[in-house]
Each structure stands twice: as structure tokens, then as C-alpha cells.
């Protein structure tokens, strides 16, 4: 469970209502259902408006993703690919085969399967690449559905204003009444702008840079692969490979060295 995205959302969320209430504000002021069904209500079917029904069946998957995202262990795939290259060299490209029903990531297997067949080195790549541009569209894709919420909410909300304050001024006749009515036709304006900016366009960032890291990763397993079949010294692919981590993350050849 990422605990960072619930927290995130509860601390924006919380902090509004804090701010509210600080003002001496009433909590149950807040809670309009006309407002919600106009903002979320027409939020939502613009959005489904704006996709193919394909593109729709993956947000629930995305919702779980953006919550239940597990951080890539990238130094393990570097050692994993470092491991095949050293039993490459000495058993030689078949030999990995015996690997294959180890290896959990997808891609990765992909790639290692073209390399046991022989595939050519620049058919293997373009195959990789194509494969990870796939990967990249269909991420877009995910995010953006979230990040068109972001953009439908706030235009839902004004037009919940507007229509609310038709209302109000269709019924000037009673005095007494026109603040509050006022009040509550400006409720559909926060809705739609405090969903937009606690919920729709922050879960668009947080799959955008999920999939940022996912396909770094695919890009690392990519390199790994056309310097293992291409025969490269296993230190070497260390080498090259470590240098998609951060800084801090990174191992040397010389503390590789002393671990041995």
C-alpha cells in the first residue's frame, strides 16, 4: 500500500476543512448534494465522453496502482542481468534458457527469449523499443483520462454556480433568503476546484511518474539485453547499467569487488 498518496490526500483534504472551520465555519455547511451530482456527476460523463470504452475498463486498475504501487527494485534487475551475462560467457546464449522460469518480468523475459533464439542484435532492439513505446502510449493514455477530470471538474463547478444562481435570482422575491442561497449555489465552484486539485490532477501526476520509472527500468533492461548478447565483459554491463540509478543508489566496481 503507498500510504504516501493516502496521506497526501487526506492532508489536503483535512487542511481545507481545518481552514474552514478555523473561520468558524459549520461543517455541515459544506455538504450540498445538488453541487456534488452537478460537479462530480457531469465531471464523470464528460470524461467517459472523451474516451473509447477500451480506454475506460483500466481506471479502476489505475485507482489501485496509483495506491498500491510497489517502488522498482532496480538494483535487483541489474544484478539479475549481470548474473545471466556471467553464465552467458561461461555456458554460452543457450544455457539461459534454464533461466527463463525465473525471470518474473515480462519484458525482460521477452528480451533474453530473442536472444536464446538468435534473433538478430538490431531486430531484438527495434522489437524492445517498439515494445516500450507501446508500454509509454498506454500509460498516457491512463494518466490523461485522470488529468481530462482535472481539467471537466472546475468548468462543472462553474456552471453549478451559474445554474445556482439562475435560481437565486429567480426568486428575489424573498430577501432573507438570498445569502444563503448564494452560498450554497458557490459550494458547486469549491467542489469542482478542490476535486480537481486534490484528486483528479494529482493521481494523473502520481501514474505519470510511476510510469516515468517503469520505463527507465524497461530502457535499463533493454541496454542489458544488447550487451549481453552482444557479449559485452559482465563488469562492463554493470558498469553501463548502473548508470540509469541515482547517485546514491549506484555501486562501483570497486565495492563490487569487495563484496566478492
Do not use: C
Request: charged share 20%; no cysteine.
Amino acid at each position: 500500500m503507498d500510504f504516501a498518496t493516502i496521506l497526501g490526500f487526506i492532508v489536503g483534504l483535512g487542511s481545507l476543512l481545518a481552514g474552514f472551520l478555523w473561520e468558524g465555519g459549520e461543517a455541515g455547511a459544506l455538504l450540498v448534494g445538488s453541487a456534488a451530482l452537478i460537479v462530480f456527476g457531469g465531471t464523470i460523463g464528460a470524461t467517459v465522453i472523451s474516451y473509447t470504452p477500451q480506454d475506460l475498463k483500466v481506471v479502476p486498475k489505475l485507482f489501485i496502482k496509483a495506491l498500491r504501487h510497489t517502488p522498482y527494485d532496480t538494483a535487483k534487475v541489474i544484478e539479475d542481468i549481470v548474473g545471466m551475462a556471467e553464465e552467458a560467457r561461461r555456458e554460452g546464449l543457450l544455457y539461459l534458457e534454464n533461466r527463463l522460469p525465473e525471470i518474473e518480468d515480462q519484458f525482460l523475459r521477452k528480451g533474453i527469449q530473442l536472444v536464446i533464439d538468435g534473433t538478430d542484435p538490431e531486430l531484438v532492439k527495434n522489437i524492445l523499443e517498439v515494445e516500450i513505446y507501446s508500454i509509454e502510449e498506454r500509460h498516457h493514455t491512463g494518466s490523461s483520462i485522470f488529468e481530462a477530470a482535472g481539467g471537466y471538474a472546475p468548468t462543472m463547478g462553474i456552471i453549478g454556480t451559474v445554474m445556482g444562481l439562475v435560481h437565486v435570482l429567480g426568486n428575489i422575491t424573498t430577501p432573507e433568503a438570498l445569502g444563503p442561497s448564494i452560498a450554497v449555489a458557490f459550494m458547486a465552484t469549491l467542489y469542482g476546484i478542490s476535486s480537481a486539485n486534490i484528486l483528479w490532477l494529482p493521481l494523473a501526476s502520481k501514474l505519470s511518474n510511476i510510469s516515468q520509472k517503469e520505463i527507465l527500468l524497461k530502457q535499463l533492461m533493454m541496454e542489458g539485453i544488447i550487451s549481453l548478447q552482444s557479449g559485452y565483459n559482465p563488469v562492463l554491463i554493470r558498469e553501463r547499467l548502473v548508470a540509469y540509478l541515482n547517485p546514491a543508489n549506484r555501486t562501483t566496481r570497486e565495492e563490487v569487488e569487495e563484496e566478492e
